[in-house]
Nanobody, 126 residues
Framework: QVQLQESGPGLVKPSQTLSLSCAVSGSSITTSYYSWSWIRQPPGKEVEWMGV???????YYNPSLKSRTSISRDTSKNQFYLQLRSVTPEDTAVYYC??????????????????WGQGTQVTVSS
């Protein structure tokens, strides 16, 4: 059974860096051709795709967030990570990690992914 679990601080101060982890079990993040994405949903707004790291380590980002976003992984821990720099209250959202079979760039529909984490609330506030 594949499971994804997000973790990280629930509260981040403005201008700081938001750092989240996604622990994966039941599937290796290096197995062809799975890809691993970060997606968020701000309160009252649409779902936003943030970026993806493919099985081979290649990364792709939402152009609107690219300058502030980094996605990385630790294959020994079977985890992947999100860093979002210089956060503002506009970055307050529920953050999700997900898996897709094949590379999904920009996908935001739930059925475009085969597994999702439960999501973690991150609030940006001083």
């Amino acid at each position: 059974q594949v499971q994804l679990q997000e973790s990280g601080p629930g509260l981040v101060k403005p201008s700081q860096t938001l750092s989240l982890s996604c622990a994966v079990s039941g599937s290796s993040i290096t197995t062809s051709y799975y890809s691993w994405s970060w997606i968020r949903q701000p309160p009252g707004k649409e779902v936003e795709w943030m970026g993806v790291i493919a099985y081979d380590g290649n990364t792709y980002y939402n152009p609107s967030l690219k300058s502030r976003t980094s996605i990385s992984r630790d294959t020994s821990k079977n985890q992947f990570y999100l860093q979002l720099r210089s956060v503002t209250p506009e970055d307050t959202a529920v953050y999700y990690c997900s898996r897709s079979d094949g590379l999904q760039v920009g996908a935001v529909k739930r059925d475009e992914y085969d597994y999702w984490g439960q999501g973690t609330q991150v609030t940006v506030s001083s």
